[in-house]
């Protein structure tokens, strides 16, 4: 994610004027807010070019952050379908335990 932040920051640095971002900070700042979906709007691309790469680091960084969550949702799904079975075994162990089996008792 931080060579793709990296990358549009140099393409908005050389499209946009120097009056609009006069350093790489706002550059950066630009690209953060644009990824982050925050979008402060205290700096913003004037030039079409500008906009257009902004536009592109608008879907590029939504598709980005959703395959994350969709690998986090699927396993949140494997994982609930598997409750019954979890919770079986905690009970089962707490139960041994609690009697005074260990590991090495039960065959």
Same mark, same amino acid.
């Given at each position: 994610? =931080?060579? &793709?932040?990296?990358?549009?920051? /140099?393409?908005? !640095?050389?499209?946009? #004027?120097?009056?609009?971002?006069?350093? &790489?900070?706002?550059?950066?700042?630009?690209?953060? /807010?644009?990824?982050?979906?925050?979008? !402060? +709007?205290?700096?913003?691309?004037?030039?079409?070019?500008?906009?257009? *790469?902004?536009?592109?680091?608008?879907?590029? /960084?939504?598709?980005?952050?959703?395959? #994350?969550?969709? *690998? *986090?949702?699927?396993? !949140?799904?494997?994982?609930? +379908?598997? @409750?019954? $079975? *979890?919770?079986?075994? $905690?009970?089962?162990?707490? @139960?041994?335990?609690?009697?005074? !089996?260990? =590991?090495?008792?039960? #065959?």
């Amino acid at each position: 994610m =931080a060579v &793709m932040a990296y990358g549009f920051m /140099s393409l908005l !640095f050389l499209v946009e #004027p120097r009056d609009n971002l006069p350093d &790489m900070n706002d550059a950066g700042w630009l690209v953060l /807010s644009t990824m982050t979906t925050v979008g !402060f +709007g205290d700096v913003v691309p004037v030039t079409d070019s500008g906009l257009f *790469i902004t536009s592109v680091l608008m879907v590029v /960084s939504s598709l980005y952050m959703a395959m #994350p969550f969709g *690998i *986090i949702g699927y396993s !949140f799904t494997k994982i609930w +379908g598997n @409750r019954a $079975q *979890i919770l079986l075994l $905690q009970g089962t162990r707490s @139960r041994l335990e609690k009697w005074g !089996f260990g =590991a090495y008792e039960i #065959p």
